[in-house]
């Protein structure tokens, strides 16, 4: 893409700041060898990781736990053609630690699947990027008129 393709970079406070905007975003990661994307909610702990609350049973927690996955969450206005994008990119572990669970407990994201052995899974930023879509041009950076 050229420098300027109606994208704007967005720093790392903006990110974060976005990533508290909205109430559900997609965990990107390998399930029997291939891309998988589920959509998930989620809250940004105090930390800036990404904490998702799962049951314990769950083939995601299977799946994901010690690997690198890509966390996205995204907002758009089709009418006006803008929007953002945020990529967390980072090891997902599950959280064992007896009182970091008892806080999340009272603090982290409650599943809305009810779940008697719920658990928490996080997501630690090591590459965080943002873009967003200026007015007027498409997802691919081509002119809309």
């Known amino acids: 893409m050229q420098e300027n393709d109606g994208f704007r970079p967005l720093d790392r406070q903006e990110c974060l700041r976005l990533l508290t905007k909205v109430p559900v975003g997609r965990v990107v ?49 089709a009418v006006d053609r803008s929007g953002w994008s945020v990529i967390v990119t980072g090891r997902a572990t599950v959280v064992t630690d007896p009182a970091e669970h008892a806080r ?12 008697h052995d719920g658990i928490f899974v996080r997501i630690e930023p090591e590459i965080l990027t943002g873009r967003q879509l200026a007015g007027g041009r498409t997802l691919y950076g081509v002119d809309a008129s």
């Open 29 to 77: 990661y390998t399930r029997q060898a291939l891309p998988t994307v589920l959509p998930v909610n989620f809250s940004l702990d105090t930390d800036s990781s990404v904490l998702l609350c799962t049951s314990a049973a769950s083939d995601l927690v299977r799946a994901i736990d010690g690997a690198v996955v890509a966390f996205e969450v995204d907002e758009f206005d």
């Open 104 to 115: 999340l407990t009272r603090t982290g994201p409650r599943p809305w699947a009810a779940t």
